[in-house]
């Protein structure tokens, strides 16, 4: 069993960066796929990106791909997504999940946080 806790969102404008982290609690963190998805107000949970378990393959959504940058740090147990160049349209709840293997689909994530706000004011 993992917990996880998502930090770092907030208010930035647009064209700004932020680093969002995703820490985990429990010593088998290293045994799951991370994967970084979004909601905004009034739609879908929706794939942001994903990284395995060993931190060598990502995934990226075409939305955000060469801006976003998913990373690991299992020594910290720890995932971060470096999101850069933002958008309003990126705008949204970010939660991290995770998985026995990468994913996009909502449905294969066992384990989620709470969540933490991102808005990207115009």
């Known amino acids: 069993q993992v917990q996880l806790v998502e930090s770092g969102g907030g208010l930035v404008q647009s064209g700004d960066s932020l680093r969002l982290s995703c820490a985990a609690s429990?010593?088998?963190?290293?045994?799951?796929?991370i994967g970084w998805f979004r909601q905004a107000p009034g739609k879908e949970r929706e794939f942001v990106a994903n990284?395995?378990?060993?931190?060598?393959?990502?995934d990226y959504a075409d939305s955000v791909k060469g801006r976003f940058t998913i990373s690991r740090d299992n020594a910290k147990n720890t995932v971060y997504l470096q999101m850069n160049s933002l958008k309003p349209e990126d705008t949204a709840v970010y939660y991290c999940?995770?998985?026995?293997?990468?994913?996009?689909?909502?449905?294969?994530?066992?384990?989620w946080g709470q969540g933490t706000q991102v808005t990207v004011s115009s």
């Open positions: 990284i395995n378990r060993y931190g060598s393959s990502t």
């Open positions: 999940g995770a998985a026995g293997s990468r994913s996009s689909r909502t449905s294969v994530y066992g384990y």
């Open positions: 429990g010593r088998t963190f290293s045994s799951y796929a």
